[in-house]
């Protein structure tokens, strides 16, 4: 059973306001990964947070695909969706989420890595949906068993980020000749939710061939949700996007079209965040604001970076060289 954070020994900075945030820095850097393995990841990125002794800055995730975090230094509080954070674990999974994770670093560096649902299908042998809305300890979990070595090359690893983010590279890239089962329909319908154009589940399974069963059951095993939540959480983000990634946007101009009213978007942002559009944009975003553009972009909402440097040179059929990165 989780413990509960005895308020004594950790110093929290609440996310209500910038005056409650203790002195910081928060460091970003991505990373490209080999284009074999695009299809599959997101982009990698390590985040370095410097605050003072005892204290901890606290953010929200929105809603994104499965992710794996190692930490290296004090572990996260966390929690998905309301409730209380608890401790987590230096190496941290969680499926496709519905729901904002709520969490708080304390001095830390994290390395984070998504896996889109290709990947999931290539390399966890477990039903989305039975992971959706978790997280897990890594290490432990029999669906992350394949990447828990990965906490052994961050962890105490030293060099500097490119060394490390081109051992992660090396790594994954020795697992990635795999199979995918239905892979082709899978990479078809994560291309197919990012079109803005797409705004219902008839209008999805036409553009994919698929009945709306089988359609139901792809989305299911490997997005981890119904294909009417995976439309309404990309029309969410969407929307979340164009606020947080334009200084000049307003949550009226920011929301997505196929929103009926303004109460509508409300209502949707309540379900996936746990609070008002208000009460989130008067908060502070330590963690997230460094980091939204390229997340908005994994998620398929927003246009990709193109300044990101590559990790490894890949050709089929040679060894993967390290490049020095451009």
């Not at 002794?53 to 190692?70: K, Q, S, V, Y």
């Amino acid at each position: 059973m989780p413990r509960s954070v005895n308020p004594m020994r950790e110093r929290i900075a609440e996310p209500q306001g910038a005056a409650l945030l203790p002195r910081h820095k928060v460091s970003v850097q991505f990373f490209q990964l080999a284009e074999p393995l695009q299809p599959y990841f997101t982009a990698l990125y390590s985040t370095v947070v410097e605050c003072e002794a005892g204290a901890r800055l606290t953010d929200f995730l929105h809603p994104e695909w499965a992710a794996l975090r190692f930490t290296e230094g004090p572990v996260a509080l966390a929690c998905v969706g309301p409730g209380e954070m608890f401790p987590h674990w230096p190496f941290i999974a969680n499926g496709p989420t519905s729901k904002s994770i709520r969490f708080a670093l304390a001095r830390c560096r994290t390395w984070g890595l998504g896996l889109r649902p290709a990947g999931w299908a290539k390399f966890i042998d477990a039903p989305a949906d039975e992971l959706a809305d978790r997280t897990v300890d890594g290490s432990a979990h029999p669906a992350f068993a394949r990447f828990a070595p990965l906490l052994g090359r961050v962890v105490g690893a030293g060099g500097d980020a490119e060394d490390i983010a081109g051992r992660i590279n090396d790594f994954l890239m020795r697992l990635v000749g795999q199979s995918v089962p239905n892979e082709q329909q899978i990479l078809a319908c994560q291309q197919a939710l990012r079109d803005p154009e797409i705004s219902g589940v008839a209008q999805l399974g036409e553009r994919l061939g698929m009945t709306p069963r089988s359609l139901g059951r792809l989305c299911r095993r490997y997005f981890g949700f119904s294909p009417k939540l995976l439309l309404r959480r990309q029309r969410f983000l969407r929307s979340l996007a164009q606020f947080m990634t334009d200084p000049s946007s307003t949550w009226i101009g920011a929301m997505d079209g196929q929103y009926h009213d303004q109460a509508q978007f409300v209502r949707e942002f309540r379900a996936f965040m746990g609070l008002s559009p208000r009460q989130y944009a008067a908060m502070p975003h330590p963690i997230l604001k460094p980091i939204m553009q390229q997340r908005m972009a994994d998620q398929g909402v927003a246009p990709p970076r193109l300044d990101l440097p590559t990790i490894m040179r890949y050709q089929p059929g040679e060894s993967p060289n390290r490049a020095s990165g451009d």
